[in-house]
C-alpha cells in the first residue's frame, strides 16, 4: 500500500517562535487521529529547521526543508547543501517548487543536480513540478509534466525511486484559490503513473507517492483525496492554519 502524505509548505512564512507555536499547536490537534499509513509533514524556513524539529520530537510531525543547493560546499553565497541538512537531523528536502522554477531560475537540468544531491546523502525529495495555465489551455499539460519528470528524474535507476515522492501542482492552481477538479488531478496522476510504468516497472510506478498541491483546502481535499493515484497534499496557505491543516489531514 502507498504512502499517504499531507505535506504543509509554509514557504517565507513564520518566524521562530511562530513555527514552533504550530508545530505544537499541531501536534495536539492531530494527537486523537489515527494516521495509520499516513505522514503529516511541515516545511519550515531554513532558519527554523533546528527549533522545529525540537518541537517536534515525540510527534508524527516531521520537518522538512524547502530547497537545497546541489553541491557539496564551496563559494555559493546564500545556499545551503544537502549534507548541512541532513547533520541537522533533515530526512527530505522539498525541490522544484514552481515559486524556485519562476522566481530563482530553476531549471530541470539544476533539479537533476539536486536530486542527485538528495540521494548521494541518504535523503529523500518531494519533488514538484506542473503545467502553466497557459500549458494547460493549449493542451500541453501532459508534455510539458511528462518533461519536467524525465528531465529531472529519469536518470535515475529503480532503487532511487523509493526515495522519491511526487507532487503535482498546476501553477494556475497555486495560491489563487482556483483548484484543479478531483477529475483533472486523478487524471494527470494516472498519466504520471503510466509514464514511470513505461520507463521503469510496474511496481516502481505502483510505488510511488504522487501528491496533488494547488488550492487545497478542508472542503475539496477529501474529494481530491478520495481519487485511487492521489496520496496526499502538498499544502501551501491552508498549512499556515492549524484548524485547516488538521482538516486536510483528517480528510486523508
Ligand atoms: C504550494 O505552494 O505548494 C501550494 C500548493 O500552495 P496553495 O495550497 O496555497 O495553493
Redesign the pocket.
Known amino acids: 500500500m502507498r504512502t499517504k502524505i499531507v505535506a504543509g509548505?509554509w514557504?517565507m512564512n513564520n518566524d521562530k517562535k511562530e513555527s514552533k507555536q504550530l508545530i505544537k499547536d499541531l501536534k495536539k490537534s492531530i494527537k486523537a487521529e489515527k494516521l495509520e499509513n499516513t505522514r503529516v509533514i511541515v516545511a519550515p524556513t531554513f532558519v527554523n529547521l533546528s527549533s522545529s524539529i525540537k518541537a517536534a520530537k515525540n510527534s508524527k510531525i516531521e520537518v522538512v526543508a524547502q530547497n537545497m543547493h546541489q553541491a557539496k560546499n564551496g563559494a555559493y553565497t546564500g545556499e545551503i547543501s544537502a549534507n548541512m541538512l541532513k547533520a541537522i537531523g533533515i530526512k527530505t528536502v522539498i525541490l522544484g517548487?514552481?515559486?524556485r522554477r519562476t522566481y530563482f531560475n530553476e531549471t530541470d537540468k539544476g533539479l537533476a543536480e539536486k536530486v542527485d544531491a538528495v540521494l548521494e546523502n541518504e535523503l529523500e525529495t518531494i519533488f514538484?513540478f506542473g503545467e502553466l495555465l497557459e500549458d494547460r489551455k493549449s493542451d500541453h499539460h501532459f508534455t510539458v509534466v511528462k518533461d519536467q519528470i524525465a528531465n529531472a528524474l529519469f536518470h535515475l535507476d529503480k532503487v532511487a525511486w523509493k526515495s522519491i515522492i511526487l507532487?503535482y501542482?498546476p501553477v494556475w492552481?497555486?495560491?489563487?484559490g482556483e483548484t484543479a477538479s478531483a477529475e483533472q488531478a486523478q487524471e494527470m496522476h494516472a498519466f504520471i503513473r503510466s509514464i514511470i510504468e513505461k520507463k521503469y516497472n510496474k511496481e516502481v510506478a505502483d510505488g510511488v507517492s504522487i501528491l496533488y498541491?494547488?488550492?487545497?483546502k478542508p472542503a475539496n481535499a477529501e474529494e481530491i483525496f478520495s481519487k485511487p493515484d492521489v496520496d496526499g497534499?502538498?499544502?501551501?496557505?491552508?498549512?499556515l492554519n492549524v484548524a485547516d491543516f488538521t482538516g486536510i489531514i483528517k480528510a486523508i
Open positions: 509548505n514557504k517548487h514552481s515559486e514538484c507532487a501542482e492552481a497555486i495560491g489563487t498541491g494547488g488550492s487545497v497534499g502538498l499544502i501551501g496557505g491552508a498549512a
